[in-house]
């Protein structure tokens, strides 16, 4: 069993950057690849990164690659989604997700989510 809790959401103006966290319950985070989803008012959630357990492989949407980082500290039980020249469009509730098999999570699917914390980009 896996739980998560994110943090770092918040309203900024276009341009700048915001770093999310997501902190991990458990002895055995280690083992898990991690993941960001991101859902908008009206939309589907959408996939936004993932990184293996140990973090020696990454994956990003289309929309966020060059511009977002994923990483994680297995000695702190976190993941991190670091934010640059953030746009009005990614405005949404971030969701930290968790499963044994990190290829999965590109795939969209995953076996344990955070509440999610809201991300508000003005223009």
């Known amino acids: 069993q896996v739980q998560l809790v994110e943090s770092g959401g918040g309203l900024v103006q276009a341009g700048v950057s915001l770093r999310l966290s997501c902190a991990a319950s458990g002895r055995t985070f280690s083992s898990y690849g991690m993941g960001w989803f991101r859902q908008a008012p009206g939309k589907e959630r959408e996939f936004v990164a993932a990184i293996s357990w140990s973090g020696g492989n990454t994956y990003y949407a289309d929309s966020v690659k060059g511009r977002f980082t994923i990483s994680r500290d297995n000695g702190k039980n976190t993941v991190y989604l670091q934010m640059n020249s953030l746009k009005p469009e990614d405005t949404a509730v971030y969701y930290c997700?968790?499963?044994?098999?990190?290829?999965?999570?590109?795939?969209?699917?995953?076996?344990?989510w955070g509440q999610g914390t809201q991300v508000t980009v003005s223009s």
């Open positions: 997700t968790a499963d044994l098999r990190w290829n999965r999570i590109v795939g969209g699917g995953y076996d344990y």
